[in-house]
């Protein structure tokens, strides 16, 4: 097959691309995010013709937030746009005329990864995503592990911290509560508010309170040498390399790949990430163990890995 | 091909056994554990041999508690015997002329229950070892994964308490300082030590001290249902379910097979551990979930397993 | 000095009551909570001239949930009504010309229990109060302990978990997250959700659904024996005790007086409590130690305490 | 009363000595710490002769490890010198006809700061001691505060992290082994087995393992700016200062005072610890709060506290 539709979901807006063998996207066809379940079904579908019109695609991968099922055909929970049970590869093969593959989009991007990025040249990889939340996907002997159900990888949710921070599942203690965007932001209001003297620039940054501190501001100031900024960076970083660690005791991949918005700071994230991941691995001076390395598609990550996992059918 | 030889090596005795296509064990041939780590391989060696001959078998399968290296030939580091880089596979195939793979033991006992035991039928099953410490084995996809350098699966060590117990890995907080027959005997000491009149009956299976209580009493006061034995399965329940929800968020395997000596009581403890489970498991109403199923081969698992794996060859 | 007047500010109402010598309260008057924070001032005002009127009383002891300064004149900061910096006592003596004395809410309570509950017959009582959060009051040596800024006692708002739940106080982990009247209703809801077969009983008491469980519909389940409410009460329970085991390490007094809407029911939720106590109290076997008892007063401590604070001036 | 004469245990000397009134020792007489419970009863006996032979000292402190009894007499409980309800003050009353007074060697050291140290001033202050272990003392309204059954302030076995490290004492998670000498060598130690490439320096100084680290190699390495010891002291510092911000919700005194071995590093630890303590310190805003200083008197704060108190009587 030569090339196929990637579909990126974003809150604001759904991108489609005409994707080749080698990754590269062609040609892309943005529309912003509809309100309503049914208006992205809509929308995606609008994407992938407008974009396809004129290409040779064939097939189209697409990578939803929530858990899909083993027959990567039906959104069974997606907790932004609220689909519960979405048919979304039906509706939309119907409204295209091109064969659907759906996959959660931390698993698309961790395919994409694998296969045109950081993870080029491994069979066995880990990717998380530290964005707003925390995602991964992961790949063992070459092949995208989706779980029995379709719902492997849901990293985010193991627990760090018994009876820890409640988390928007329902759950206490989750990863993504203590190493995300989020959880960024949440460190630095809290050493902001406890120090506002310390926090000065940070502060100054925003509209002057703790509560005004967004995640740009912190990525800002910690690159200007903020104490509390980097201070912030660190702590993530901390429950970042332990839970790769605990990652490392279960799936022993030869590389994390670490991305999303958080790691596009590089060294100043990904360092202490590495220290915190040496400290906390277990039997680490009697055997090799993965490397822990950056991101390399950034955004496109998605889009190209749906995009292939449609190619590989 | 049709028999091979499975190795078990225990603590105080090694076991090696002729085992057929179905899984059964033909013949035996058990020795006791020597001191030193050469004797080890001397008595398996001698093991094999009786119990080899005159069996038309030809190919070995052991089960070491360790670090095995991808090929599957030299156990990097293995705690209990002091064996480091040692070249199992070689030396046993030149002392028994036959062809050897070695295998951690505890993946070697999942892959027996997935084969023969409670996990058939299943192709994703994840098994934990409730023995004295904690082990684990994963199967994908109808596979064992072992992990690029061959130390996947190393369940007992990931962290379930930031700073939390020490444990003999030199990490902190590691599950099976949590969940495993030491901790029932720690939760059971403890609560004896601080409520001795609770502890009566306990206390009175072993010296009637707290220190003197054994695995066996707490298992012996559990089904007698004294109430100290009984908190103390629950509290390791506790633990091993909320474990099993972090794999299950992992893995999203079909099934989790909980074996080991701890296990041994069955619903007094598989009950509550499924308890934990439900309680911790995230997404449990938007998703299908695995079983919590008790192992079915006790301490013949690991023989059966590892002469299964050197059928597979 | 004789008949004095304590006066109790809650949620919906506040009230008023001449108490005499012996903690009896001979009147009581009582009038809604209004909603901005000088109409509080004024509804005292008011409760305190109608329950006064005719009587000889001579002194008001007001208690008012949040941070009173040293002098016992100023509310620095009242969560629920919003007070900054309140000059409570000033305001109030103009307007109902006798000399007032506030007090922290739970640090009058507390004197209540000691002067005519269950503290009588102890010199170093800990009192902690289970409402909707946790507050408590320090007698040590027959005095009232409130710290050199006046804001001692905040036992609500120690760490029990580090990273723990975020608190409204802006820190996290803090004990009235997981030993309170909240806390308890959160236990019973993720007991529900997670196995709504187990939990049928108690969810049938509210609307069905887990978000519709209140705390009377736990209490009441618990008293019918329904597991789940029990096993919520005991999780409560378990963080309670491990806190009166520190604070016994920390003031080491006679008793622990626990009180609150929590407390109302009885062994239900202070046997569970002292046997957690018991069990992480340190050195228990070397060292005498406090008595776990129930209040006596009910919801009458707070209004009786401040009342015979008034009285000693 | 004028002179006066303190004894302070330690676990290679005991030392007695003539204190006046300004709390300045006038003479002292060490000797070596026997072997034997009894043969410490009769050392201290012989050292206060020595020192007192020729004074005009009229009374006898005694400082020590361990639990002793409301009436200042008994040592209920030494966990080093293995006393057990060990009648000290009747023995040397006998053997060196003095009264004599026994205290905890921590509530001490607290009574020199608070009288002749870095307490001045104060009337409500609280010491903690980051020696070997965490020992405090709790001065409130001018006097010490000894609890009901003379065992307060047993700071160090707060818990502090549920399901935390075993402590010696039998119970988990205890302040001490996270804020104490003990716990800054592990932390050393800990990291650098992780890291010895960056750990180096502070390798150097010892054996060049990571056992073989003691703490004044993390102090040295520490003042030349080891970033492995500079992270060991933070990491004690963030526990040091969280549980005081606790501690300060609890007694809020008007000065912390920090003292024991590690203090002795000065701002290099006050000042993280300082920092943790804003950090976690509740309603930081709408409070005063107590300053953090360090102890003035070094190892002479146990003698002096307690000749101090035989002069109090």
Chains 1, 2, 3, 4 share one sequence.
């Not at 958080?262 to 040496?278: M, Y």
């Amino acid at each position: 097959m030569g090339l196929t539709i990637g579909v990126d979901i974003g809150g604001t807006k759904i991108a489609a691309g005409v994707v080749d063998e080698s990754g590269a996207i062609l040609e892309t066809s943005t529309v912003p995010t509809p309100p309503t379940p049914e208006g992205v079904v809509d929308a995606i579908a609008a994407a992938v013709r407008t974009v396809g019109a004129g290409s040779s695609a064939e097939a189209v991968g697409i990578g939803a937030a929530g858990y899909v099922d083993d027959k990567r055909a039906t959104v069974l929970f997606a907790p932004n746009i609220k689909w519960r049970h979405e048919a979304l590869k039906d509706k939309i093969e119907q409204r295209v005329g091109m064969s659907v593959v759906v996959e959660n989009d931390a698993n698309a991007a961790a395919w994409g990864e694998y296969r045109f990025g950081a993870g080029r040249g491994h069979d066995d990889v880990v990717c998380i995503t530290l964005g707003t939340g925390l995602g991964g996907g992961i790949i063992l002997g070459g092949r995208l592990h989706r779980g029995r159900f379709g719902v492997a990888g849901e990293f985010g949710h193991i627990r760090m911290v018994p009876d820890g921070l409640l988390c928007g599942c329902g759950s206490q203690g989750c990863w993504e509560q203590y190493a995300s965007g989020r959880a960024l932001v949440r460190y630095a209001r809290q050493r902001a508010a406890a120090d506002p003297d310390r926090a000065r620039t940070l502060l100054e940054l925003g509209d002057g309170t703790a509560e005004g501190i967004e995640g740009r501001h912190v990525s800002e100031a910690a690159r200007a040498g903020d104490p509390v900024a980097v201070d912030s960076f660190r702590e993530l970083a901390r429950w970042a390399g332990a839970g790769l660690a605990d990652l490392a005791s279960l799936f022993d991949p030869s590389a994390f790949i670490v991305g999303g918005g958080v790691s596009d700071e590089g060294d100043l994230v990904l360092e202490p990430i590495r220290k915190s991941f040496r400290r906390w691995l277990v039997g680490a001076r009697y055997r090799p163990h993965a490397q822990v390395v950056a991101a390399r598609l950034g955004g496109r990550a998605g889009l190209v890995g749906a995009a292939d996992l449609a190619r590989q059918g």
